[in-house]
């Protein structure tokens, strides 16, 4: 497995998924939605620790696509501000595959 | 890496205790992972649908036949993430692989099918199904996607971890297929006990996952450079909508102008093998019966199976090479605007074929109340069925002229709106419904976004296929049925020994006993019949017609367009159209909706809504015209 490092970037102050501008990876630190969906959701990649990358969204912004474990999964905007990012440390990388 | 190029391997893991080989062998693996195609690779043509009583989910069984051996039975079950039982599709692929699906003996094997481009989000599921302990073979599909975006896997590392045998395979292009067969006659052994993570705790399985496929040196693929090229477009805020719209009128567009050709060479052999039937029969009640009872009825219904295969085909590439899910996407805010999620869409959409498989589809939706509104709404959808009524109503009516420039027809145009005044209705009821009866909190739309594929020839050639042995069987069996009945009520009573006027007939009877309630929208009693004979398929009342007219002495040379233009007027062409975009007369349907919501209370609320909004409809527009 190829790795490469890049920041966790909470540049732009991104807390929420929902916040994250496409194009920009983050690393989500924890679900804050009822246990189905957490449990649904993490199966599909997004779980804490875990890097996502916004791509590109519906027409108007809504659903977004994300980037997860190399996998593109939808979600609404009220899906998405409730998975938090973590904040971003300088010495915090996060491993990404190529 | 090596064993990514050249032939495709097959790896066992060692010591294997061999077993006698499987009779019936579960598919299982995650959406998109083309389980489907490895199925029909396997089966060929030979399989059956499935219900399983007391289920709501339909499932193929197949046999492969292996030479030199006995059949294997595959079911195909639903795509699935995990085995922890959270939506219906994920429970009846954990009862059926617990022996608890009942009628149907627990299986003997299991093919794992993951996505060789995705091995490492897949692998967990993996680890559920090891745990099983049921003998299983772990194929690895997506070969040459795998290499041709530079990814590999050593399947014998992976086989070793596993404690199952594993092969990487192509089901779209057949490669590897070959060896999958070669394991079915072998026998696949239990797995050998390896360790496995905690099946609940998601964060252990994927730490699990990551080890493993280290172990077996995977690399991953580099991104699909495609997909995401595609997707620049067909995401795009502005030329995304574009090109959605632009896909549906050139779907509807392709229908009317393409499928006209093949149309009149079907109408042709009908007319020529129904004249050389008038030729061979000796004059009498049996040649009456074959050529204007059979072959009159069912002859003008399979006219129209090019119209409806060209329709299959195009679902078919939408949805094969993953852009019916960037539909959803850019569907879902319209959707969530009447009170539906995105992923509605996709029955709603495949209800535009036929509104059984589009109920059935929708055990995806994970509400039950969007469920059911999914449910009641899906057959105002056009479905196939009603094109060969507008088809032929439009056609007698609605003279060809360039509507929209060259590209779009007065036909193609009026076609349009009939589809559009069907999803009018129900996105009115979607609104209706959720806002009083079936309202429910908002849940989550979660959808994955599958690559982009090319569709293959094999897998939608089987589709096309499956889909009109479905019409011809049905031409063969409820139509040709009412259409034999027809014949009988409309030859009775005799008048010394001859078929009497259709008038007199006990059909035109039944006819004449409707006309009171029908004739404020416009119809006579002829069209009366067609409309009691279509409560059991749409599509009969083109049989209906063909056959009534056929008898009808005033009306034998004239073509069936002909004989409607005489007796409809545009007011009453128009009303009939209206009543047929709205009116529930599907028997299918209604049985399908029984059998999805578990009571009679759901199809009669349905019947009686959408009939009564069909009449009161059709009257109001027979009122406005005329």
Known sequence: MQLSFKAASRKNGAATLAELPAGTEAVIDRLDLPEDLAARLMELGFIPGHAVTAARSAPGGDPRVFRVDGAEIALRRETARHILLRKTRPDELVPRQA | ?626
Request: hydrophobic share 50%; charged share 15%.
């Open chain 2, 1 to 626: 890496m090596s064993s990514c190029h050249g032939k495709p391997e097959a790896a066992v893991a060692s010591p294997a205790e061999r077993q006698a080989p499987p009779r019936l062998v579960a598919l299982i693996g995650p959406p998109n992972s083309g389980k489907t195609t490895l199925f029909n690779r396997l089966t060929g043509l030979r399989q059956k649908v499935a219900n399983f009583p007391g289920v709501t989910v339909e499932h193929h069984i197949g046999k492969a036949h292996l030479p030199g051996h006995h059949d294997v039975d595959i079911i195909d079950l639903p795509g699935i993430y995990s085995l922890n039982p959270r939506s219906e599709d994920e429970q009846v692929t954990f009862d059926v692989l617990h022996g608890r699906m009942p009628g149907l003996r627990r299986p003997d094997g299991v093919i794992l099918i993951l996505d060789s481009t995705n091995l490492q989000r897949h692998l967990p599921l993996a680890a559920a199904v090891l745990s099983l302990r049921l003998p299983t073979l772990v194929v690895l599909n997506m070969a040459d996607e795998l290499r041709q975006r530079g990814g590999g896997v050593d399947t014998e590392a992976l086989a070793n971890r596993l404690g199952a045998p594993v092969v990487l395979v192509s089901a779209a292009t057949g490669e590897g297929v070959k060896s999958v067969a070669q394991f079915l006659t072998g026998g696949i052994a239990v797995p050998r006990v390896v360790e496995l993570p905690v099946l609940q705790d998601v964060p252990a399985c994927r730490q699990w996952a990551r080890k493993v496929s280290h172990g077996a040196r995977y690399t991953h693929p580099a991104p699909p450079v495609w997909t995401r090229r595609l997707d620049s477009a067909f995401l795009h805020p502005f030329w995304g909508p574009v090109i959605f719209a632009a896909v549906v009128v050139a779907v509807f567009q392709s229908i009317f102008s393409w499928a006209r050709p093949l149309m009149e060479a079907v109408q042709a052999l009908v007319t020529a093998s129904g004249e050389l039937m008038r030729a061979t029969l000796p004059a009498g009640w049996l040649r009456s019966l074959m050529v204007d009872g059979v072959w009159g009825g069912v002859g003008s219904v399979v006219v129209f199976l090019p119209q409806i295969l060209l329709l299959f085909l195009f679902i078919a590439m939408l949805e094969d090479s993953g852009y019916l899910a960037r539909a959803a996407l850019i569907a879902d805010r319209t959707m969530a605007r009447v009170g539906l999620q995105g992923k509605s869409f996709i029955p709603l959409l495949s209800a535009y074929a036929c509104a059984v498989p589009a109920i059935m589809a929708t055990r995806t939706i994970e509400n039950r109340r969007d469920r059911i509104a999914t449910i009641l709404i899906a057959p105002f959808m056009t479905c196939s069925a009603r094109l060969p009524v507008y088809t032929l109503i439009i056609a007698a009516f609605i003279p060809e002229r360039p509507f929209l420039g060259p590209l779009l027809g007065t036909r193609a145009a009026a076609m349009l709106g009939l589809y559009l005044l069907g999803f009018l209705a129900a996105v009115a009821t979607a609104k209706v419904l959720k806002s009083s009866v079936l309202r429910s909190e908002r849940t989550p739309f979660v959808l994955e976004m599958p690559p982009y594929r090319m569709p293959t020839l094999a897998g939608i050639g089987l589709r096309l296929w499956d889909r009109a042995l479905a019409f011809l069987k049905r031409a063969g069996t409820v139509i040709l049925g009412v259409s034999v009945l027809l014949w009988v009520l409309a030859s009775v009573p005799t008048v010394n020994g001859q078929a009497p006027p259709i008038e007199q007939s006990l059909a035109g009877t039944l006819g004449r006993a409707i006309e009171p309630l029908i004739r404020p929208l416009g119809f006579n009693w002829k069209i009366g019949i067609g409309l009691i004979t279509s409560l059991a398929a749409r599509e009969v009342i083109v049989g209906t017609l063909g056959t009534i007219y056929g008898m009808d002495p005033d009306h034998n040379s004239a073509g069936l367009q002909a004989a409607l233009q005489q007796d409809l007027t545009l007011a009453g062409a128009v009303a009939l159209l209206v009543f047929f975009a709205f009116a529930m007369q599907c028997m299918s349907t209604l049985a399908v909706v029984r059998r999805e919501t578990g009571s009679w209370k759901w199809p009669a609320i349905q019947f009686l809504y959408m009939g009564s909004l069909a009449y009161v409809s059709a009257w109001v527009a027979h009122w406005l015209l005329s």
